[in-house]
């Protein structure tokens, strides 16, 4: 089944103290994206990756760290979490389709991290 | 700066009613739009569109882009409790397969 996994998907922790969510997709997407959520603001990409060794900030890129060393996988590094990373996060991926139509984005199920 | 807005923020209705919702937007290097359906999990793909004009349909969902007023449409007919949920729009961009989400518009569909 073609699908995106992120781990883990609850994650209750303290200020300061290093995290790693991972994402995963199954589709040899070229292209994946970490987005955060909060309620008014929406849904706000933080970092993306075009494709391995290939990463590039979003808008909201500010207390996150990425890295594609593999084309399957692009953990979320949370080196000093601090409580207004609280939020709910998505990882996305989708081929990159050179033509007129974007290539849709699948999104993986949600990781709800509370920062103390 | 991009710029998406979705109207309205929230809405009720009952089993049977249509809904439209809209979302008008301002982005540089405009590509595409798609829609995308968001219960209490992930945003799930309903409809990406490219051309002007040339109506999407999904079943009792149906969508259209105006690229020259800025704005795309989506129609839910006969709306049923399952349509539920916050619908977003998201335009994009032709470099970096970027996408700029609007707000959302939450509906509740009432028995």
């Known amino acids: 089944e073609a699908q995106v996994t992120q781990n883990p998907r609850y994650l209750i922790t303290v200020t300061g103290k290093k995290l790693t969510v991972t994402c995963s997709q199954n589709?040899?997407?070229?292209?994946m994206s970490w987005y955060r959520q909060d309620p008014g603001l929406g849904l706000r990409q933080i970092y993306y990756?075009?494709?391995?060794?290939?990463?590039d900030k979003g808008d909201v890129p500010e207390g996150y760290k990425v890295s594609r060393k593999e084309k399957r996988n692009f953990p979320l590094i949370l080196e000093s979490p601090s409580p207004n990373q609280t939020s709910l996060y998505f990882c996305?991926?989708?081929?990159?389709?050179?033509?007129?139509?974007?290539?849709?984005?699948?999104f993986g199920p949600g990781t709800r991290l509370t920062v103390l | 700066e991009d710029k998406v807005v979705q109207s309205p923020l929230s809405l009720v209705v009952h089993e049977g009613d249509t809904v439209t919702l809209n979302c008008s937007y301002e982005?540089?290097?405009?590509?595409?739009l798609l829609w995308y359906k968001q219960e209490k999990k992930a945003p799930t793909f309903l409809f990406m569109l490219?051309?002007?004009?040339i109506e999407k349909k999904s079943g009792r969902l149906s969508s259209i882009l105006d690229k020259k007023e800025l704005f795309s449409i989506l129609n839910i007919t006969a709306t049923q409790t399952g349509d539920s949920a916050v619908y977003l729009c998201?335009?994009?961009?032709?470099?970096?397969?970027?996408?700029?989400f609007g707000g959302g518009t939450r509906v509740l569909v009432k028995p």
């Open positions: 996305a991926s989708s081929a990159i389709n050179r033509g007129p139509s974007t290539d849709t984005q699948y």
């Open positions: 589709m040899n997407h070229e292209y």
């Open positions: 990756s075009m494709n391995v060794e290939v990463t």
């Open positions: 982005v540089t290097n405009f590509r595409s």
């Open positions: 490219t051309s002007s004009g």
């Open positions: 998201a335009p994009s961009k032709a470099a970096g397969n970027k996408l700029t």
